[in-house]
């Protein structure tokens, strides 16, 4: 036998298998809690679900003034009371998806973009556990910031729906379940957001396809009309997000 074929069996037995699992895990959650980016997106997430809570916490108050003195509103009113008020710490979700998903995105593009994918894929020799930890973090992290921003929501806007006479039971089982339906949710836009990231490896590619999925589709489909259309748009995920919460 060689030198060298010995030289290359003593230096592939040294490698061994690589780090392992929870080795990887922790480097992911050390790369998302370390990045400005990160921080800045999930402060303007924050910002968002509590800033539109209070924001649909005043509707309400205002739609509640005005039903006083006209009966068909005072009729609407009545008929949705109840699921209006209780859907205000949640209400900013649809924007909160969207930012959410953006940030899963760029975890992933930029690997690519900067270098960081050749640094990853050399310490993780084997690509599948490196993408679901990452896929863990990114996941987990979405659903805890979703939860966490809409209970400081349901703070901000409980003294707004006082002054109008109204009150928000976050102990009720329907409050619970849509904050646990909207935490899940965003936390599904995330793990689409870092798949588009992870297929296109193109941060500008990837947020479009991702405000084109869900934003641009479900109005295109809205406006075509035909059969196919009004069918396929059952199956887009913001709709079944309403009808989950339904």
Request: with cysteine; proline share 4%.
């Amino acid at each position: 036998m060689s030198t060298a074929t010995r030289d290359s069996r003593r230096t592939h037995s040294e490698v061994g298998p690589g780090p392992s699992f929870l080795r990887v895990l922790n480097s992911e959650f050390i790369k998302f809690r370390t990045l400005l980016s990160t921080l800045i997106l999930v402060a303007s997430t924050v910002v968002v679900m509590v800033g539109f809570a209070a924001l649909n916490a005043w509707g309400v108050g205002q739609f509640s003034e005005a039903s006083k003195s006209d009966p068909q509103a005072a009729a609407a009113f009545a008929a949705q009371g109840a699921d209006l008020t209780a859907g205000v710490p949640t209400s900013g979700i649809a924007f909160a998806q969207l930012i959410i998903g953006s940030l899963a995105v760029l975890l992933m593009s930029s690997e690519f973009t900067t270098g960081m994918a050749r640094s990853t894929f050399t310490a993780v020799p084997k690509r599948i556990p490196a993408f679901i930890a990452k896929l863990l973090v990114v996941t987990v992290c979405a659903f805890v910031v979703t939860v966490v921003s809409s209970l400081l929501a349901y703070l901000a806007a409980t003294p707004i729906l006082d002054n109008y006479g109204f009150d928000i039971d976050l102990g009720s089982e329907h409050s619970q379940r849509l904050l646990l339906v909207s935490g899940v949710y965003v936390a599904a836009v995330a793990a689409i957001g870092m798949s588009l990231g992870t297929l296109l490896r193109n941060s500008a590619g990837g947020i479009m396809s991702l405000v084109g999925l869900f934003f641009v589709v479900p109005i295109a489909f809205q406006l075509i009309p035909g059969e196919f259309f009004e069918e396929a748009r059952k199956y887009l995920p913001d709709n079944l997000f309403e009808r989950i919460v339904t």
